[in-house]
Each structure stands twice: as C-alpha cells, then as structure tokens.
C-alpha cells in the first residue's frame, strides 16, 4: 500500500525542498521501503523545455524523454531511482489535459471548473503509475501563499481527506531567519506561513525549520505550539558543507524516524550512512584540487548546469580530488585571451546549448585544448562545437557550420536525418517547439579498440539525449582519415553518437547528456575519465 508525503513550502523558495525530498526518500529507501518522487510545478508552461535557463535552471532530462523540473536530477542522484514521464506536472500540462477533454465533450455538458475538475486532474497525477511503491513523495513548487499553487495545495487536502488521514503526511519547510543586530532567529515568517496553510484546510505533520544555526529547545517549543505540531517534529535543517551532507544531518534530526512513527511502520533495514559520510569526508579533506573550465553562455547562474556540475564533483570523489569549477563566458573568449584564461586550466568541458551567441568562443577554447593536450570533454552542442572547429582547422573546409545557427554554412552540422523511435518517426516542426527534441535514452554501439569502449567497458551503451541537429554521417570518413574517429554511433549507423582524437591525451565529444546518468555513489565513468586524465595533465 502507497503512503503519500506531500511537500510544501513556506516563507520563500529556494529553501531546498528537494533536497529534502530527495534526503528523506533516501532514509527510507535504505531502510527497506520502496520509494517514489513527484513535483508539481505550478506555472503555466506545460513542462520546462521551451524555458530559458535563466529562468528556470536546467532542464533534466528523463530515461523516457520527459523534460523535467531540475529537482528531479536530485531525487535520482539520492535514490539511484530513475524518474519517469509521470514524475513531473505543471499547471500549464494540467490545464492542457482538462482543456482537451473539454474539447472533445468528454464532460458531459457540465461546467468546467477548477474544483472539481482540476483538482480531480492533480489527484490523477498523484495517483496515477503507483505500482508496488511504499512511499510516494510529492514536492508541491513554489510558495505556500502564492496564487498558482492554490489548486494543487486544494487537491492535496482532498486527497488527504478521500484516502484517509493516516495514508498522507504533510511536511513543511520554512525559513527561520537568524537576525544578526538582535542575535536572536525569528519564529514568527513560520508561524504566518502555517497559519496560511492552515486557513486551507493543511495543518502539517512536520515542520522542517532552515535556519543558518540550531534552534533551541525554547524556540522549537514555540514553534510546536504556534503551529499545533508535536515538538519531535519540529525538525531543523542547518546549513551544510555539501548538499550530500544532507541525508546525515536529517537522520540526525529523525526526520525518517517521525515519518515511520506517523504510519506505524517500523525499519525493515538498518540505514546505511556510511557512503555519505566518505563522500563528505572526501569533499571537505581533498587536500589536491584541479581546476576545470565550463565555457558556455549560462554560466554565471547557479543552475544552469545542474547535472554537469554534480557529475564532475562525482568524477572528483572518484579519483579523490576536489573539482573547482572555473566558469567562463564563452561571449568573452576571443581569439585573443583564449590562451590567456586557459593557462592554468586541467581540462575543458563545454556543455550543451542552443543558439549563435557564444560560438566563436567555444571554437577557439576547443582549438587551444585540441593543439596542447588539454583533456577536452564536449557535452552535445560542445561536441558539434569540436566537430565544427575540426572541420574548420584541420579539414580545411572553412565555412563549416551548423544550420541552427547559420543557414548558408557548409552544413557539417544539420537537421539532416529523421530519428526513429519504437519504430516511429519522430521529428521537430517549427511551430511546436516543446518536447520536438530527440529526448530521452537512445542506445549507441562503441567501436571496437577505442578509447570510449575503453571508458565504458562496454560495446553497448544507453544514454540520454536532448538536441535537433546532428553531426553529418557522410563526413564521416573525411573526418576519420585526419584523426577524428566516430567511435560511438546509433545502432542504424546513422547518427555519429561519439567523436574522438587519436592523437590527444583526452578529447571525446558525445551528442548525449552522460551528466543526468551520474550518481554521487555510482559516478559515471566518462566523467571519472576525464578528471583523472585531468589530474594527470
Ligand atoms: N542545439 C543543439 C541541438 O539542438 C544542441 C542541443 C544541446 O546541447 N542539448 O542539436
């Protein structure tokens, strides 16, 4: 039988009710229990494809093809669950739904309302694909008190009321601020923000205090009878030094003991820390440190590269070094300074992205990693970038390009073929640019004798994609003959998946996302690779 653990927030966003999520699945997982993780995004657009990434942050990308709210990257990367198309709704996708069976009459002639209808919609969504799971954790986005979250905050408490008290937990997170000119942390933004929760029919289970130092007993005390909450769960979460230091603080503070309490359920397992406590030990001692350049056009906002930046603190914790992340402006790399940012770099990753602006940097960064061995890895357009520049210096075509941003280039770039999927074809129009992509997890074969096969020890591989463009197959031998070997392809041999120098220490260019596959307690071996070619520079 499912229990649901719904999660909202109070005060402000940003507290980390994903993190949360994600710690607590991870408690009882690891206890024994089967665990599910769900978001529901109250804004209007039907998922965060077409999103800038200054408005959203990454989009995470699912094994089947759903573009996803990034909390999603941190519910796999604590639990090693993959989370699915059903994992993730919208305002914008549940409107959607109900507008389109009110199209086709299905109805009845009623009227269509928010309650029932899109209430009835949500609750769908919480129910719906829940097989054999113990626990379903639903994190509801945005702030308790916001317009847009009404609906799904209206439909949690029905449903808490139609399956019964003692099948569904609310947890919720609230700041407590610390104020340094009284030095005292202030419990009146929680007790406000209950009180609005409350005035829609949610009194929490839990509360689940952010606060920057630890709150005392007094204080929690205050909480628990303002809020009508039992003092043992009055729960704090203090800051800490890495994000995977998490799922030991909240075990700490029996946040996973007051969940099984509340269902009266007992461990079928002891809770095993011990790889959270190695990593954190491991990022807070590493004494060697090498520095890593992400060069592309988001990087100065904290999110825009989620998966990637957590993929290559995994590749560090493998080879027991820390990873400092040097993020550079690919519009402010010009032929000029390449050399001088790039001086003291280990290695070079240029990531995925869309759109002309930035281009010119991230060829000339590839060139420079290209002539002196730097260890190079290019993630999707970082690898059509490499394909590009290689055309462009060694096979002397010199117009190469992309078509996606320049129309009247020697297309080495291009939409060019169709993909097919469970024997579909599938392709992007122009005027429907949500969920066009080639997404999702699509298999790729490793030629034998190369470096990839090497890294992957395998023949066969499956990974995750996001893009439109592909790198033109019927170069393929042009290419291989000055040293660039397509050494991964699509099992039809279409579509090159993987490209590789044979006389570089490191430089693999991949059309997948390796990043959103990477787990702090399994990190994925390309990205191991190359921070140990790295380390070795
Ligand atoms: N813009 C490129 C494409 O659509 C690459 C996309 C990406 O890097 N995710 O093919």
């Not at 007992?266 to 090498?290: G, H």
């Amino acid at each position: 039988m499912a229990r649901y653990i719904f999660v909202t927030g109070g005060v402000v966003s940003s507290l980390g009710k994903g993190l949360s999520s994600a710690s607590l699945a991870y408690l009882l997982k690891s206890q024994g229990y089967k665990v599910r993780l769900r978001k529901m995004d109250p804004y209007l657009n039907v998922d965060p494809g077409t999103m800038s990434p200054f408005q959203h942050g990454e989009v995470f990308v699912t094994e089947d093809g759903a573009e996803t709210d990034l909390d999603l990257g941190h519910y796999e990367r604590f639990t090693n669950v993959s989370c699915k198309k059903t994992d993730n709704i919208t305002t914008g996708k549940i409107y959607s739904d109900v507008i389109k069976k009110e199209r086709k009459g299905l109805y009845e002639g009623k009227t269509v309302q928010v309650i029932p209808h899109i209430t009835n919609r949500i609750k769908e969504f919480i129910k719906n694909d829940i097989k054999k799971e113990d626990f379903v954790i639903c994190e509801i986005g945005g702030t308790v008190g916001d317009i847009e979250s009404l609906p799904f905050l209206e439909a949690i408490r029905q449903f808490s009321n139609e399956e019964g008290f003692k099948k569904s937990l609310f947890v919720h997170l609230t700041l407590v601020p610390y104020l340094k000119s009284s030095d005292e942390i202030k419990t009146k933004p929680t007790q406000h923000s209950v009180k609005e929760l409350r005035s829609i029919g949610i009194q929490p289970n839990i509360i689940i205090c952010r606060c920057e130092r630890s709150i005392e007993i007094s204080q929690r005390r205050k909480i628990s009878q303002f809020c009508n909450v039992s003092i043992d769960n009055v729960i704090e979460t203090v800051d800490v030094k890495t994000i995977y230091e998490a799922p030991i603080s909240f075990y700490r503070e029996k946040l996973d003991k007051q969940v099984l309490k509340f269902f009266n359920l007992l461990p079928r397992k002891k809770v095993n820390l011990n790889p959270w406590k190695k990593i954190t030990k491991i990022i807070s001692t590493k004494k060697n440190s090498i520095d890593i350049a992400i060069i592309g056009k988001y990087v100065n906002l904290k999110d825009a590269y989620k998966s990637l930046d957590e993929a290559l603190t995994h590749g560090g914790i493998n080879n027991n070094v820390k990873v400092n992340l040097i993020r550079i402006e690919s519009d402010e790399l010009k032929i000029e300074n390449t050399r001088k940012e790039l001086k003291n770099i280990s290695g070079v990753l240029i990531p995925g992205g869309f759109g002309k602006r930035g281009t010119e940097g991230k060829i000339s960064a590839i060139k420079f990693a290209r002539l002196n061995n730097i260890p190079f890895l290019g993630i999707c357009f970082g690898m059509q970038m490499a394909v590009i520049e290689f055309a462009r210096n060694v096979l002397k075509i010199k117009n190469a390009g992309s078509t996606e941003f320049n129309k009247k280039c020697f297309p080495v770039i291009g939409l060019m073929n169709e993909w097919i999927k469970d024997g579909k074809l599938l392709k992007g129009t122009r005027d429907e640019l949500g969920g066009t992509m080639r997404l999702g997890s699509y298999a790729a074969n490793l030629r034998h004798n190369s470096i990839i096969k090497n890294i992957y020890k395998s023949s066969v591989i499956s990974e995750r994609h996001r893009h439109r463009y592909e790198v033109n197959i019927s170069l393929m031998s042009k290419f291989e003959n000055k040293g660039m070997i397509f050494s991964g392809l699509s099992p039809d041999k279409k579509l090159p998946e993987i490209i590789e120098l044979k006389k570089h220490k490191w430089f693999i260019g991949v059309q997948f996302h390796p990043e959103f596959k990477s787990r702090p307690l399994f990190p994925h071996p390309l990205f191991s690779s190359f921070i140990k070619a790295s380390k070795y520079k």
